[in-house]
T-cell receptor, first 115, second 111 residues
Framework: NAGVTQTPKFQVLKTGQSMTLQCAQD?????MYWYRQDPGMGLRLIYY???????DKGEVPNGYNVSRLNKREFSLRLESAAPSQTSVYFC??????????????FGEGSWLTVV | GQQVMQIPQYQHVQEGEDFTTYCNSS?????IQWYKQRPGGHPVFLIQ?????EVKKQKRLTFQFGEAKKNSSLHITATQTTDVGTYFC???????????FGAGTRLAVHP
């Protein structure tokens, strides 16, 4: 039972390079999320997708784009990486947008360093 | 916008001592969730509180939701080394379709 799978686990980028973080869930969840985690900052929502075909900005969307490819997959793209985007990125999913309080399941994280 | 503040940022205790982390929101919450993240790991759901004044227990962990639904706490009795990690609260306020996480409290337990 894989749950939420994200790739790559580790990546080093040069400033200005682009890359896409991939995420897939096998729990048939409607909603998917991308968070970033920085020391002392907790988890900050970048983008979320309440259901297939929809995406919405979270707290810190600047510098990122997302694609909800289908119900299973939700990718995060950095078009022109900056050192400020060095962080740990977590993909997550839940059965619905958590206004009904459904549990969020997290992937194992992607460690991204921009030099 | 909605803010969720969590204190303390860091606490270290001797094994067997109690530990409490507090979560405060700038707005009334419809529910609050608690997550635990082990060092190097990912956040894992612990519990959800929905009702005003609600108290829930999981073995040595006690979770409370304030009467005004603007604050919450997690209390661990007689900590063990397995309790090490960062504890996050996450709240959802009416009208916001997303959870807002606190910055977390990192717990260190010395044997």
């Amino acid at each position: 039972n894989a749950g939420v799978t994200q790739t790559p686990k580790f990546q080093v980028l040069k400033t200005g390079q682009s890359m896409t973080l991939q995420c897939a869930q096998d729990m048939n969840h409607n909603s998917m999320y991308w968070y970033r985690q920085d020391p002392g900052m907790g988890l900050r929502l970048i983008y979320y997708s309440a259901s297939e075909g929809t995406t919405d900005k979270g707290e810190v969307p600047n510098g990122y784009n997302v694609s909800r490819l289908n119900k299973r997959e939700f990718s995060l793209r950095l078009e022109s990486a900056a050192p400020s985007q060095t962080s740990v990125y977590f993909c997550a999913s839940s059965t619905s947008v958590p206004n009904s309080g459904n549990t969020i399941y997290f992937g194992e994280g992607s460690w991204l360093t921009v030099v | 916008g909605q803010q969720v503040m969590q204190i303390p940022q860091y606490q270290h205790v001797q094994e067997g001592e109690d530990f409490t982390t507090y979560c405060n929101s700038s707005t009334t919450l419809s529910n609050i969730q608690w997550y635990k993240q082990r060092p190097g790991g990912h956040p894992v759901f612990l519990i959800q509180l929905v009702k005003s004044g609600e108290v829930k227990k999981q073995k040595r962990l006690t979770f409370q939701f304030g009467e005004a639904k603007k604050n919450s706490s997690l209390h661990i009795t007689a900590t063990q080394t397995t309790d090490v990690g960062t504890y996050f609260c996450a709240g959802k306020a009416g009208g916001y379709n997303k959870l807002i996480f606190g910055a977390g409290t990192r717990l260190a337990v010395h044997p």
